[in-house]
């Protein structure tokens, strides 16, 4: 019974704390760079899409939102010829961040997206990518890849030696 | 008093009751939120007393449903039922000298007789809904006003014995020198726990029991029917805060400085806020807990309480 | 069977099996690069590490390569073994030291034996901080895509390449940690079987390149079980849809028929499903597109056909529930083969023979496991690779071949004996072996030294084999060479040996049409000639493939209405007055009859957004029943047609058992045709409709075309993609089968319709042709089949287009110094009714009087085979 009243008086006392409201539309809360919002797709260093239309982000989504066309340029370089994430559905977990083998995929601390209509929340790649490295700069993954595909030629990426003269005989 | 005062005691009645209960609604969101360290419902109006309005006009607009597999009249009529018993209540409540409706030489009876017509609303309206949680919440809510009811009707009778009469004026009069908490502790804590229960409010919702039953015997009533049940309840709780203000804190007895009706409506006031605060620390006990507290904790208690009142009263007049 | 101890449980396994096979066999998980089941072991790349011990009392055990280990009775083996697992680990950590960081670019991801391995042992962070080896790729050709820096040197791709399938481009280069596969100069691969160095590759080196155009990972894939529609072997493939249309195909294994491998033609011939050509809606003439929908359609059609006479031209090319759905709505006796009447005469020849029950029908697997193959006459490289496949693999198990055929083949190369020659000649050589081995068979009057020597050299060899199997076909349209097939077959003796036979036919369902045994296009044409106001409906057949243009021009006029089905716009649905757009295999079910009688389902793989796009048989029982008013809106499915073809055709007995039924249930779940990590179903359609809609059902099979349903082994003729946990390539077929490289788990699908009986009468044919005699001036026209190019479906689209060779006409030298021409003139081929010019292509090793011209090319229509023509320069 007094542990009751001791509960009530407790519970009374706090008229007086300090409100943990934060009064959205006027104030605004502090996200951190990690904050799991909007997804993005973001761009090497040199401009060039980092997505490589790998299908992992599709394969990771746990509600299957993300559906996406691999398609190539000239040089052999993989972008994604569409790419379609319905928000309507996706629970920002983040899994499509982590399978992202490009750092391509990132979501980001923006949730201010409601909108009236359902349809309007199906982005395309159009509203996808943004003109930045996001978290990850200075990361090129065609620079670490093995094949060539117009970013470097074979064997001058990163920890690689130049080609084999198939043709040599030396050891 | 004229014909002419008593209608107009009647609709100011009326007028504040309904205006205070649907005020409460702002007035327990607002401080639930206060003890939990956020602001409430702050928007619309200032400080946001027109979530009043708000919600009122969402219960009116919701569509007025009744199940295909309700009892229809029935289940039309359960909502009505605890307003209007709650409301005959305030029947006897002496707000001021004079400021009373009837004064009633059997008042106290009077009240305890329309609080337990209340359970008839919570019976009638879980055994209409046609549906299981229903009809466990209602069945919860009858065994649970029965046992309580006993329990408030006896801790009363302490206060009678005292006073010597049912009337609620003379009981208020009977306070003047000494309020009866002073007298009747034991009274006043019985009372108003089986208050609480009366009104199933937290601690003591078992009823309705959002987590178990999902909402009791009004899970299947929306619009304007749940509002009744609403404010039924609220309703519910200015009763029992008005009756402990009458019954052990003096009524409007006061210092001369403020006049009997603001001492009435400030002490009643208080306890409505103990009540919401009651909601805002204390979880609820199981049903069963419940039950055993009743008849093996209170009915001692407020029997032995009789005894010993009985006998002082006996003792001092002699 | 030898009892082997594996981590101390004693298992019972098969003899002579080696240690690797009887692990996976009894389900272990052991990792392994360059055994394959077809190829067999070579253990060079260490990967498949155990730890065998000596007895019971030693602890410290050896390290052996499993594939290199026989099992033995009482053998200790430890597959758990920390040092063996160790090793393992080590082993890929060492090949990935170079392997480069490609996944997420690399077609093999998601189907990657090397991932499945790399997970399998564990190995998961690089510790090796230098540099990668690199090497430079080759160009390839259209259908292969060479990226070396991933190879782990398993050697396995020349193995096949060069071992298996007898292939010479394709070779290793270099040495030590330099080694390089691929070919001495950058160019289009040889070999017809390249496709396969996709699936043998447990890396991405050599991925799909049709598959690049349109790149879907393995998990998002739609699969159904189909059957190849390119030539008459009916292979087992694996068909995959995404966003509506095929993105590749891949093999099925199927243990009797196509093994482990596909030509190119069946890997990469489905360019035509997604084709621009393709029928979208049905047409009536003089009626706009738009205002043709379901009602004015059927009453358009009930319209012209109620009341009418009406005649089914049926096709090789549909199924025999299309076809037999024809034959049921416009009545047997107005049914025509859509084939010419020298190949009707043809196959019927063959139905007869392989019908009577007096000879064994080889199954590919059983050509492969032969011990003497004789071809007579058929250019099996061309007409049926997988065949020729098969039949390496008999002489390269010490088997000998004998290769009969018009003009040099590939298959030369590995012949004990050959002979190029006439077909007329080669049936000649035939009856002479017959006749060595039966001398109840008359002797071949005025044979030739050269055909006596030879008969002689393959008589003796035949004599010694068990199990001989004697090949001829349809694509000479000669039909003495069929006789010569059987005279042979049937004058071995049965009781010392398993004798088999197998005929090619042109077409995929070929022997489904024929074994219906209707009247051929020339009984149709005859009958025009005097019946009029006649109503035609053709079934998927361009009759211009198959009559001269203005045969078939003046045929067409005779009708009032003429009512086309078929999937791609060719000559013959421009003269329709009705089309229907029919359903390809890859989006229908049906069910073929291969050549060697084994009836096959295929089913679809998805539904086209086209609502217009239906089997043929769906639209002809639509039709069927709107005519005779007999059914209330009653959907048909195959199951049904095949039920009525059994009752309505008692040869095809047993075929609709070639597939469960509907209805088949397996803990009441169906068959899912998506893995169960399919993805983006919330957002594949987003941007037409947010909302998701339902999953499409299928009531003509017992799959679903969702990722729900048994997620287990599903019966083998209901298998839409090999899958195992931690087995995400191919190599999980192994799971599926009975024992590596054995017959999948319940059998291997088809029904065979034809069964050897004892006792069967044997038709003897005993008359061999007259010899054949060059004329002066006339030259006899046969077909020269390709690969690319020579089937209609696969066509002349895509990558099949750039390898189709350019059309020619094939001439023996000394005609051509007759003619006066020289490689590349253009000389004029004077036909029956029609004449085309084409360049000279002299080819040594043509025999004289013969003309060779492309098989399957416009404009050569195939009444012209076996015809006498001029030839003027």
Same mark, same amino acid.
């Given at each position: 019974m007094l542990t009751h009243l001791r509960t009530m008086w407790l519970v009374f006392l706090h008229l007086f704390h300090k409100k943990a409201t934060i009064q959205y539309p006027e104030e605004k809360i502090r996200l951190a =760079?990690?904050? @799991?919002g909007r997804i993005v797709l973001t761009k090497d =260093?040199?401009? $060039?899409? @980092? *997505?490589? $239309? *790998?299908y992992l982000c599709a394969a990771a989504c746990p509600v299957d939102c993300i559906a996406l066309q691999a398609t190539e340029d000239e040089k052999g370089r993989r972008y994604p010829e569409f790419f379609r994430i319905n928000f309507s559905r996706c629970i920002f977990c983040g899994y499509c961040e982590e399978a992202c083998p490009t750092y391509a995929i990132q979501l980001i601390p923006d949730f201010e997206m409601g909108e009236y209509a359902r349809e309007n929340l199906v982005f395309e790649k159009e509203d996808l990518l943004i003109d930045s490295e996001g978290k990850y700069p200075g990361y090129n993954y065609y620079k670490v890849a093995g094949l060539d595909a117009g970013v470097k030629a074979k064997g001058e990426g990163e920890k690689e030696d130049p080609p084999v003269d198939i043709h040599s005989l030396l050891p | 008093m004229t014909i002419m005062q008593h209608i107009w005691i009647v609709l100011g009645v009326l007028f504040v009751l309904l205006n205070v209960a649907a005020g409460l609604i702002w007035v327990e969101r607002r401080l639930l939120a206060l003890w939990q360290d956020r602001l409430g419902?702050?928007?619309?109006?200032p400080l946001g007393i027109l979530i009043v309005l708000a919600d009122t006009l969402k219960l009116f607009f919701k569509e007025d449903w009744i199940p295909p597999f309700a009892d229809k009249w029935v289940f039309i009529t359960a909502p009505a039922i605890v307003v209007g018993s709650v409301l005959m209540s305030f029947v006897i409540i002496p707000f001021a000298p004079s400021v009373v409706v009837a004064d009633l030489n059997v008042g106290l009876l009077f009240f305890l007789a329309m609080s337990s017509l209340g359970v008839y609303s919570i019976v009638l309206g879980g055994w209409a809904s046609n549906n299981k949680y229903a009809l466990l919440g209602a069945l919860r809510g009858a065994s649970q006003m029965i046992a309580y009811e006993v329990f408030m009707g006896l801790s009363l009778m302490g206060v009678v014995m005292l006073t010597g009469s049912f009337n609620m004026g003379a009981i208020v009069a009977a306070q003047k020198d000494r309020w009866f908490i002073v007298t009747q502790p034991l009274g006043f804590i019985i009372f108003f726990i089986a208050g609480i229960a009366e009104t199933h409010r937290l601690p003591f919702d078992i009823p309705e029991a959002e987590s178990e039953l999902i909402a009791g015997y009004h899970a299947e009533y929306s619009g304007m029917k749940f509002g009744m049940f609403f404010i039924g309840e609220y309703l519910g709780i200015t009763l029992i805060s008005a009756m402990t203000v009458t019954l052990f804190f003096g009524g409007w007895l006061g210092p001369a400085f403020l006049p009997p009706l603001v001492w009435f409506i400030v002490k009643t006031v208080a306890f409505i806020g103990l009540f919401i605060l009651l909601r805002a620390s204390l979880p609820r006990p199981r049903y069963d807990q419940l039950m055993e507290y009743g008849w093996k904790v209170l009915l001692p208690l407020v029997l032995a309480n009789l005894l010993i009142t009985g006998a002082i009263a006996l003792w001092i007049r002699k | 069977m030898p009892t082997i101890h594996i981590d101390k449980i004693p298992y019972a396994v098969k003899a002579g099996r080696n240690l690797l096979e009887a692990c996976l066999g009894l389900g272990f998980d052991l990792p392994y690069f360059c055994w394959h089941p077809a190829l067999g072991s070579v253990g060079a790349c260490r990967q498949c590490a155990v730890k065998v011990f000596k007895d019971g009392q030693d602890t410290r055990g050896k390290l052996v390569m499993s594939c290199m280990e026989i099992v033995k009775e009482g053998m200790l083996v430890s597959i758990a073994d920390e040092e063996a697992a160790a090793f393992r680990s080590q082993i890929i950590e060492w090949l990935m030291t170079n392997h480069p960081h490609d996944c997420p670019v690399c077609d093999e991801g998601g189907n990657c034996h090397l991932q499945d391995m790399t997970v399998m042992t564990g190995h998961n962070y690089r510790r090796f901080q230098y540099k990668k080896r690199t090497f430079l790729n080759q160009y390839l050709g259209p259908l292969i895509h060479h990226e070396m820096n991933r190879c782990i040197q398993c050697y396995r791709c020349v193995r096949f390449y060069r071992d298996y399938a007898g292939g010479n481009d394709l070779n290793v280069f270099s040495a030590h940690d330099h080694v390089y596969f691929g070919r001495e100069k950058e160019g289009v691969l040889q070999s017809p079987f390249s496709g396969n160095l996709a699936e043998i590759c447990p890396t991405g080196v050599f991925t799909d390149k049709t598959l690049k155009e349109h790149y879907t990972r393995k998990w998002d894939l739609t699969t159904a079980p189909s059957v190849c529609q390119h030539c008459s072997l009916g292979c087992n493939t694996t068909a995959g849809e995404r966003y509506g249309t095929i993105r590749n195909i891949t093999n099925r294994f199927n243990g009797e028929v196509n093994g482990y491998f596909l030509c190119d033609r069946g890997r990469y011939g489905y360019a035509f499903v997604n084709s621009v050509n393709r029928v979208v809606q049905p047409l009536l003439r003089h009626r706009a597109v738009e205002s043709v929908d379901d009602v004015t359609l059927m009453e358009a059609l009930t319209m012209r056909m109620a009341h009418q006479k009406l005649i089914g031209i049926g096709s090789p090319r549909a199924s025999v529930e299309s076809n037999f759905a024809l034959m049921q709505l416009v009545g047997k006796e107005n049914f025509y083969q859509g084939v010419t009447e020298e190949l009707a005469y043809l196959e019927k020849r063959i139905v007869d023979v392989l019908g009577s029950g007096a000879l064994h029908c080889s199954s590919l697997g059983e050509i492969a496991g032969s011990d003497a193959v004789l071809v007579v006459g058929e250019d099996v490289w061309n007409t049926a690779p997988v065949m020729a496949l098969a039949i390496r693999q008999a002489v390269m198990k010490k088997g000998f071949l004998a290769n009969t055929t018009v003009a040099p083949s590939p298959l030369d190369e590995i012949s004990a004996c050959t002979l190029h020659a006439a077909p007329d000649d080669i049936a000649r050589l035939g009856f002479a072996i017959a006749h060595l081995l039966d001398p109840s068979v008359p002797p071949v009057p005025t044979a030739s030294e050269e055909i006596q020597r030879t008969a002689t050299s393959i008589a003796e060899a035949l004599r010694t084999a068990r199990r001989p199997v004697i090949i001829s076909g349809a694509s000479c349209y000669n039909e003495a060479l069929i006789r010569a097939a059987y005279a042979i077959a049937t004058a071995l003796d049965p009781t010392e040996r398993k004798v088999g036979i197998a005929y090619v036919l042109p077409e995929c369902n070929s022997m489904g049409l024929a074994m219906m045994r209707a009247p051929s296009i020339d009984a149709a044409i005859e009958r025009t000639a005097f019946e009029h106001d006649l109503t035609v409906l053709v079934l998927e057949n361009d009759l211009y493939r198959i009559l001269p243009a203005k045969k078939a021009d003046d045929f067409f006029r005779r009708f009032k209405n003429i009512i086309v089905l078929d999937s791609l716009n060719n000559l013959t649905t421009e003269k329709a007055t009705v089309l229907l757009p029919a359903a390809t295999f890859a989006d229908g079910d049906g069910t073929l009859v291969n050549n060697e009688g084994r009836a096959q389902r295929f089913y679809q793989v998805f539904i086209p957004a086209n609502q217009h796009i239906k089997e043929s048989w769906w639209w002809l029982w639509k039709l069927h029943t709107a005519l005779t008013a007999a059914s209330n809106g009653h959907e048909c499915h195959p199951d049904e047609v095949l039920a009525r073809l059994e009752t309505a055709l008692p040869q095809f007995a047993g075929i609709s058992r070639a597939a469960p039924p509907p209805d088949f249930r397996i803990h009441g779940e169906m068959i899912p045709r998506e893995p169960h990590r399919y993805s983006g179903r919330t957002a594949m359609l987003a941007n037409l409709s947010v909302s998701e809609p339902k999953p499409r059902q299928d009531s003509d099979s017992p799959m679903t075309f969702t990722m729900e349903g048994y997620q287990r082994i599903p019966p083998s003729p209901l298998i839409p993609f090999f899958w195992a946990p931690g087995w995400n390539s191919v190599q999980s077929v192994n799971k599926y089968q009975q024992e590596p490289g054995g017959a999948l788990k319940g059998g291997d699908p088809g029904i065979r319709l034809f069964e050897q009986k004892a006792g069967a009468d044997r038709v003897l044919f005993t008359d061999p042709p007259d010899a054949f005699a060059v004329r002066d001036q006339k030259w006899m026209l046969l077909p020269q089949h390709h690969v690319f190019g020579s089937e209609e479906l696969s066509g002349t689209a895509g990558a099949i287009g750039e390898l189709t060779p350019a059309p020619v006409v094939a001439l023996s030298p000394r005609d051509a110094r007759q003619l006066g021409v020289v490689e590349g003139t253009i000389i004029r081929l004077r036909m029956d009714q029609e004449e085309v010019s084409l360049p000279v292509k002299i080819q040594e090793g043509l025999c004289n009087g013969v003309a060779l011209a492309p098989a399957g090319w416009p404009g050569m229509a195939a009444s012209n085979w076996g015809t006498w023509v001029n030839i003027s320069a």
């Open positions: =760079p990690r904050w @799991r =260093p040199d401009g $060039g899409e @980092r *997505c490589v $239309g *790998c | 419902p702050n928007r619309a109006g | -």
